[in-house]
C-alpha cells in the first residue's frame, strides 16, 4: 500500500494561483510515474497532469498553458502549479502514481494509487 498525501488546496479568486503539494511517506518516487487528477461537481475524475520518471510530462487541454507538474525526487514530492485559474477548475485534486507503468504518459491510464485530495474552489 502507497499513502500520498496532498496539500495546498484552497480558496481562490479567479485569475489567481494555487501550487498543490503530494508527499509519499515511506515510498521512494522515483522511479515511478506521477500524476494529478482531479474531480469537479457531478463529474468524473480526469487526468489533468503525468510526469514520468524521467520527467516527460503531458497535459489535458484543459490545463495546458496553466498548470504546471514538476517532481522532486531528493524530497520525494511531486508539485502541481496551477496559474490563471478559473471556476471550471473547481475540484477535488489528487495526487495519484503509477507504479506498474512508470513509462505511461497517457491521460487515460490507470493510477495504481491515489492520496484522499484536496479541494481547490475558484470563486469571487
Known amino acids: 500500500q502507497v499513502q500520498l498525501v496532498e496539500s495546498g488546496g484552497g480558496l481562490v479568486q479567479p485569475g489567481g494561483s494555487l501550487r498543490l503539494s503530494c508527499a509519499a511517506p515511506g515510498t521512494p518516487l522515483s522511479s515511478t510515474a506521477m500524476a494529478w487528477g482531479r474531480q469537479g461537481p457531478g463529474k468524473q475524475r480526469e487526468l489533468v497532469a503525468v510526469?514520468?520518471?524521467?520527467?516527460?510530462?503531458n497535459y489535458a487541454d484543459s490545463v495546458k498553458g496553466r498548470f504546471t507538474i514538476s517532481r522532486d525526487d531528493a524530497k520525494n514530492t511531486v508539485e502541481l502549479q496551477m496559474n490563471s485559474l478559473q471556476p471550471e477548475d473547481t475540484a477535488v485534486y489528487y495526487c495519484?502514481?503509477?507504479?506498474?507503468?512508470?513509462?505511461?504518459?497517457?491521460?487515460?491510464?490507470?493510477?495504481?494509487?491515489w492520496g484522499q485530495g484536496t479541494q481547490v474552489t475558484v470563486s469571487s
Open positions: 495519484g502514481t503509477r507504479i506498474s507503468q512508470p513509462w505511461d504518459i497517457g491521460l487515460d491510464g490507470d493510477v495504481d494509487y
Open positions: 510526469i514520468t520518471r524521467f520527467e516527460f510530462t
